[in-house]
């Protein structure tokens, strides 16, 4: 997880891609975080979609883990809006699950659109640090990598918003690139004259089966719970550490 790579992205994610997203999490992870009873652990927080879920519908502490700066000063900036006691459940990490030592805080973590960004290696060190900071029985729901590296580029066109006088708008481009999906970011601002400025961002995203996860988190000591029905998501059950 790059630490300042998001600097272009952190402006535009909330404009153009955070409504759907906010309906998207409560689909996938709405239930479990209701079922919280310990805490919750966002793992990649971003801009906080799910950290602030996990606020609104559970009575639990939440844990925010994000390393990087300019995702997290839109975290920041959000939950200063929000009433100080909501605000006082609430920890933001400003570092790697690894790095933050977390033990027993939480017996939910989600892993949304972030298992596909992290290289191999993180990704299997990721798995330890989960296991640390989930209670026995705790469940962690993963929202799934692509499965292969696509055959040739997609373009997926992000929706138009108006702000003030300004349109803002753009598209992904996926790309495959060997073993590893090359996904270019395109955001433009335009006014009644015409673009007022653009901007591009890229990363990488690395593709991991289902199953090849499930080998990878059995030497944590998770087990994968029966799947749902949404495939977009792995779910497991924490039996050991």
């Known amino acids: 997880m790059q630490r300042d790579s998001y600097a272009v992205t ?9 409504e759907q997203d906010e309906v998207r999490v409560r689909e996938l992870y709405g239930e479990d975080v209701e079922r919280a ?10 801009t906080g979609r799910v950290a602030l879920m996990g606020l609104m519908e559970s009575q639990v502490p939440v844990h925010a883990i994000e390393p990087n700066l300019s995702m997290r000063s839109s975290l920041m900036t959000r939950l200063a809006t929000l009433p100080r006691n909501e605000r006082a459940r609430i ?39 989960l296991a640390e900071a989930l209670v026995p029985g705790g469940v962690l729901v993963i929202q799934l990598p692509p499965a292969l590296v696509p055959p040739r580029r997609i373009k997926r066109v992000l929706p138009t918003q108006r702000v ?3 349109e803002y708008g753009g598209h ?31 990363f990488w995203m690395w593709p991991s089966s289902r199953d090849q996860l499930i080998v990878e988190l059995e030497g944590s ?14 779910a497991l059950e924490l039996r050991q550490r």
């Open 10 to 18: 952190a402006e535009f994610y909330d404009v153009l891609q955070a």
């Open 37 to 46: 009873r310990v805490g919750v652990l966002d793992v990649g927080a971003g």
């Open 91 to 129: 920890t933001v990490h400003p570092r790697t699950l690894g790095e933050a030592a977390l033990h027993g805080v939480a017996d939910v973590a989600i892993c949304h659109n972030t298992v596909a960004c992290l290289e191999p290696a993180s990704r299997r060190a990721l798995w330890p640090a």
């Open 164 to 166: 003030g006088q300004h």
């Open 172 to 202: 992904v481009v996926m790309s495959p690139a060997i073993n590893r999906i090359r996904t270019r970011f395109h955001y433009w601002v335009r006014s009644e004259e015409g673009v007022v400025r653009e901007h591009d961002e890229a």
């Open 221 to 234: 000591g998770f087990v994968a719970l029966p799947e749902r029905a949404d495939p977009a998501v792995l």
